[in-house]
């Protein structure tokens, strides 16, 4: 399965929404739900990958970002590397409960996003896309031991995930911190091959397609710049 993205809309959302209509045969009307959500917005999932690259092709020649991704190819953040115990060392992320070590110099992409939680309620997250490939690494505001911050430990979880954050922002300076997410009002739920996709309230796995999506736009925003 591929899925199709509008990373950034450079036009009025009413003109895109009528053009990609056409693109997928859907009511201008529904469209236009899609694009309202915010982007990243997933318009198209199709196991047709030269379709897909078709529908990027048109947003690209009506001057929005677009890219497509492999479904398949996304890995479930319950699989990445999580910083349960964690160590910010000089050089690196270190974890207190494995081998692993991430040196800041790899971090391509930190992004912000909030998955679901008990009671309807939703907790923050923060993806790290690496540069030089290898699993994300994904940092939970709940189920992180945050007892390596030390004197900078604050007195709730959701502080200390901010106070973690902020750190690693200014240890890899290299890397592109995006909170995007944070504003996207409707999470894709991968599961038609035709048309737009369905939409879910909080979809955990939907949330991981867009920070690829997101990381995917990062990388190729980079590779332009290194021309």
Do not use: K
């Not at 693109?23 to 694009?35: F, I, V």
């Not at 309202?36 to 897909?52: C, E, Q, W």
């Not at 930190?110 to 690494?137: C, K, M, N």
């Amino acid at each position: 399965m591929f899925a199709v993205a509008i990373s950034a809309l450079h036009t009025d959302i009413e003109q895109e929404a009528a053009a990609l209509s056409v693109d997928l045969g859907l009511t201008p009307y529904e469209a236009r739900l899609t694009l309202a959500a915010g982007t990243p917005a997933i318009v198209l999932v199709t196991p047709d990958r030269p379709r897909a690259l078709d529908c990027v092709a048109r947003l690209h020649a009506r001057g929005q970002g677009a890219v497509a991704c492999d479904v398949g190819a996304i890995m479930p953040s319950e699989q990445m590397t999580s910083l349960r115990r964690f160590h910010l060392e000089i050089d690196g992320l270190t974890l207190g409960d494995r081998p692993d070590t991430l040196p800041y110099t790899d971090i391509m992409a930190l992004v912000r996003a909030t998955h679901p939680a008990p009671s309807g309620e939703r907790t923050q997250v923060l993806y790290l896309f690496r540069r030089v490939g290898g699993p994300p690494w994904i940092l939970r505001e709940t189920g992180a031991d945050y007892t390596s911050l030390g004197s900078r430990r604050a007195a709730t979880r959701t502080e200390n995930f901010r106070v973690t954050v902020n750190l690693l922002r200014s240890l890899a300076p290299s890397a592109v911190y995006d909170e995007r997410l944070l504003a996207v009002r409707s999470v894709p739920e991968v599961r038609s091959s035709a048309g737009g996709p369905g939409f879910s309230a909080s979809t955990e796995s939907g949330t991981d397609l867009l920070a690829h999506v997101v990381a995917l736009t990062i990388a190729r925003d980079e590779r332009q710049a290194a021309r």
